[in-house]
Every structure is written in structure tokens, then in C-alpha cells.
């Protein structure tokens, strides 16, 4: 009955670490909705409110490693603390900021938000068996999903009704309730498999596998996030209906985690190459398909599935390869995965600037994923 209860309650801290990771997320993918909005209040262009996504996205890609090497000895719970107090009050900073204020509080969130990703990771992992670990990952993951298809639109809506601060104070909100939940949840010394090493974990960073992972986490992410960006643009069918397609995605997402979470714990190659080759297929499909009205709903569903089998998949690979030291590999996953998302407008722009139909990032998606998989048949031998 105790090992019982003690399994349900190191479970239970697995689904908070999600839950914090969708209030920390929906900051990120909040700001698109309401640009116009601040760049208006802050008497700033567009392209420099624009900055203030690319500051985020710096924050977490340049940010997020260093700042896993540096609390690396930190107790975990404690790490997880930090970075979503840290998170909440650069959010409340911003806020209350000018321009110049805004934009290094969005730098400092994505750093405080990477190196939560990070520690979250590995702390699910070490809150379950071995043989749950991919489907741990998977449950954290889920929460920036849910951001990004929920936390995102419902904050937008928010600021509609308020001023476009409204949905950051419900994030600010969000992140102090999940402080509470990983101060309740999470145990405040889970047992470690070696003590935390700079030394050990910098060598593991110079395995190949870990790069070669890196490089499909990157091209996988960007060949689905491409065709997401832009797909409330290629639509045909009434506006009304585009929120409900939107969420259609999410709902994939959710599906594809749970699959991939179950798959990738004894096979993690088979999540890893049915997913990429499924968003191929469906990436190509959905060129066709998004000029024939509701043609298009079955496929944005299974494009969310394909999408979210792999995360599962690589975050598996990831903690497997660098199982000795795997703070360091996490942080490197999550850059991983906000660069291959940060890098979707410019493979866009560098098509559509020449004349390509809108379409064309749909066959970009495709050849993206398709790039993955010579890599995923490489880290599978």
C-alpha cells in the first residue's frame, strides 16, 4: 500500500512538471497574438516588438546550457523553483517596464523557461521505473503542447478583453501555482544514479550520438512547425472554423505523446522513423489538401499525431545516450527544439520572398523530415 502510494505521488509530480511547463510555455507562444497590440502601447515598430520573440528564442537557445552547467549541483526541486520564480518575475518586470526593459526581461524568461525544460526532464525521468521513462518525457512535453495549441489562443483572448498585459498576468499566475505544485509534488532529494559532475558532463557532450540527435530534433521540429505557422493562412474553409482545425493539432499532439510514449520506451527508432516519415506523407498531402476545404481536417489531425510520437522518442535517446550526465544533454535538447522552431520563419521567408506559392512550406516541411530520417536510420545502428 506505501509503495503503492508513493508511486502515485512520484506520478503525480510527473503531470506538475507538465502542468508548469504549460503556464511557463504559453508565454512564448502568447506574444504572436498580441504583437500589434504592445508594439502600439510601447510606441515601438512592429519589427522591434517583433524582437521581443527572437529575445525569448536567444534566451533559450544561448541560454539554457550554460545555466544547466551552472546549477547542475543545485538540488532539483530546488533548480525548479528557482527557474519558475525567476520566470514569474521577469514576466511581472516586463510588464511593468518600457520597451528596453520588456526586452531583456523576455531574454532572461528564456533562459529561467530552458533550464526549468531541462530539469524537468530529468527529474520525471528519475520519478518513475526505467521502462517509463520515455512516457515520463512525454508527459512534460505534453504541457508545452498544450501551450502551444491552448495556453497561447486562450491568453490571446484574454488580452482582447483586457489590454494585452491581461494573458501575461494570468501566466505570471500560472508559474507561482506551479511553484506550489512542485514545492507539494516533488521530493526534495530525489536519488541521484551519480553525483553531478561538470567534468562528466561536458565529455558526454562530445559523444556523436548526442549531435546526431540534436540534428533531428532540430529538423523534425522545424518540418512540422513550419507547416503549423502557416496554416491558418492556407486555409480555404470559413474563419470561424480555424481556431476548432487549430485545436484539431493539439489534439493529434495528445494522441501522438501518448503513442510515442508507450512505443518509445522498448522502441524508440520505430517512433522515431514512423514519425518523420509520416510527416512527409502528410506534408505533402497537406499542400494538396489545404486548397480542398475540409479535405484538410483528417490530415491536420494526423500531422499532430506524427509530430508528437517523435518527442518522446528523442528525449528517450537523448537521457539513454547520456545517461550518466543528462542535465546538461536536456538543456541542449530543449535549444534543440526552440531552434528548430525559431528557424521556420526564415526557411519561409526564403521561399515566399522568391515567388513560391504559400503552400511551399508545406514541401519544405516534408523535405525537412525527410533529411531526419538517413540520421535516424544512422543513430539506430
Known sequence: MIATQTRNRLLAGVYLLGFSLFAMGTAEFLLAGVLPAVATDLDVPLSSAGFLITAFALGVVLGGPPFAVLSLRWPRRATLVVTQAVFAASVVAGLLGDYPVLLVSRAVSGIAYAGFFAVASVTAISLVTPDRTARAS??????????????????????????????????????????????????????????????????????????????????????????????????????????????????????????????????????????????????????????????????????????????????????????????????????????????????????????APLTSVCLIGAALAATAMPLIRLDRR
Not at 219 to 234: C, E, G, Q, V
Not at 322 to 334: C, H, R
Request: hydrophobic share 60%; glycine share 12%; net charge positive.
Open 138 to 355: 512525454g508527459v512534460v512535453v505534453s504541457g508545452l503542447s498544450v501551450a502551444m495549441v491552448a495556453g497561447g489562443p486562450a491568453g490571446t483572448l484574454l488580452s482582447h478583453f483586457t489590454d494585452w498585459r491581461g494573458g501575461f498576468w494570468a501566466v505570471a499566475a500560472l508559474t507561482v501555482a506551479g511553484i506550489g505544485g512542485c514545492l507539494l509534488g516533488i521530493p526534495a532529494a530525489p536519488n541521484h544514479a551519480a553525483r553531478p559532475s561538470v567534468a562528466r558532463e561536458l565529455a558526454t557532450m562530445r559523444k556523436p550520438a548526442l549531435w546526431r540527435l540534436f540534428a533531428i530534433t532540430i529538423l523534425t521540429t522545424a518540418a512540422y512547425m513550419i507547416t503549423f505557422n502557416y496554416l491558418a493562412a492556407m486555409l480555404t474553409v470559413p474563419g470561424v472554423w480555424i481556431p476548432a482545425i487549430l485545436a484539431l493539432f493539439g489534439a493529434g499532439a495528445f494522441a501522438g505523446l501518448s503513442i510515442g510514449g508507450r512505443v518509445s520506451d522498448r522502441r524508440p527508432h520505430l517512433a522515431l522513423v514512423t514519425g518523420a516519415a509520416a510527416i512527409v506523407v502528410l506534408s505533402v498531402v497537406m499542400a494538396v489538401a489545404v486548397r480542398h476545404g475540409w479535405v484538410v481536417v483528417p490530415v491536420v489531425f494526423l500531422l499532430g499525431v506524427a509530430a508528437f510520437v517523435l518527442n518522446p522518442a528523442i528525449y528517450g535517446r537523448v537521457f539513454t545516450v547520456a545517461a550518466d550526465a543528462p542535465t546538461l544533454a536536456g538543456a541542449t535538447t530543449v535549444s534543440a527544439f526552440q531552434l528548430g522552431i525559431s528557424i521556420t520563419p526564415v526557411l519561409a521567408a526564403a521561399a515566399l520572398s522568391r515567388g
